[in-house]
């Protein structure tokens, strides 16, 4: 599939986040086309519709597979996904925190510890293989979620991952982690450093300021803020569009 669509479905107080990410090949790595995040309250039933529109877009149509952050939402929800005919069959992911993936059938997915999903996310990132459009709705926010993420090791060893600041989200990376793994899953991209990528200036080194030091330890110019051509509106108060120019 060219496109992988995440979805981390929020409860009560989390919110719901979309991340439609690229499989490219010149240059070769995962190109970050759509993020959208739905308003606190939003029923389950208006976004699987408003995922269910997303997947028919001549653009997307028969190019992309839905991923779904199924953590705590129970079957129920991921039925109402299945049932909406998406045009694909999704696949759950439930994030724990153990050592190991295993295939989870109750969800047609996985169980994914979320260290996979992070240091995978790290990796991408280290080798410039991660392109976000900086004019996308969203984007700063996204920057702001990174810069907030935090790995926290406690004192019998055990590590967990998410937002540093009380009050803080990180349902943007989450989305885009689901996505990027599961589309390495499929169709792995080489571990090499992308070559001749252009340095990112002053906004990508305020950014990695405010990580700690075991996140992204290479040169912050490999992080790269493509300059890929999308664009995306609204209409009505809940409702998404998007439009891929190739």
């Avoid at 479905?9 to 759509?34: K, N, S």
């Avoid at 589309?183 to 300021?209: E, N």
Wanted: one cysteine or more; proline letters at 7%; hydrophobic letters at 40%.
């Amino acid at each position: 599939m060219r496109y992988i669509i995440g979805v981390d479905l929020g409860q009560v107080h989390d919110y719901t986040a979309v991340a439609i990410v690229e499989r490219r090949q010149a240059p070769m790595g995962w190109v970050v086309r759509y993020l959208f995040r739905f308003p606190l309250g939003t029923s389950y039933v208006e976004i699987v519709e408003e995922i269910r529109r997303l997947m028919y877009l001549p653009a997307l149509r028969g190019q992309s597979q839905l991923v779904l952050d199924a953590t705590g939402v129970g079957r129920p929800v991921l039925d109402l996904f299945r049932q909406a005919g998406m045009g694909c069959r999704p696949v759950g992911i439930s994030i724990h925190g153990g050592d190991a993936v295993t295939p989870d059938r109750a969800i047609s997915g996985y169980r994914v510890p979320k260290r996979d999903i992070v240091s995978n996310l790290e990796v991408r990132f280290e080798l410039g293989q991660v392109k976000i459009n900086r004019s996308l709705p969203y984007a700063d926010l996204l920057l702001k979620e990174l810069q907030n993420f935090r790995r926290h090791i406690a004192e019998s060893g055990h590590d967990s991952y998410g937002a540093g600041r009380s009050g803080a989200h990180d349902d943007l990376v989450l989305a885009l982690g689901i996505a990027i793994w599961l589309g390495q899953k499929y169709r792995p991209l080489p571990a090499v450093p992308l070559q001749d990528l252009p340095p990112i200036g002053p906004l990508a080194k305020a950014f990695f300021s405010g990580l700690e030091p075991q996140w992204f330890p290479l040169d912050p110019d490999q992080f790269v803020l493509g300059n890929y051509s999308a664009g995306v509106g609204r209409a009505g108060p809940h409702r998404t569009s998007i439009r891929i120019r190739r």
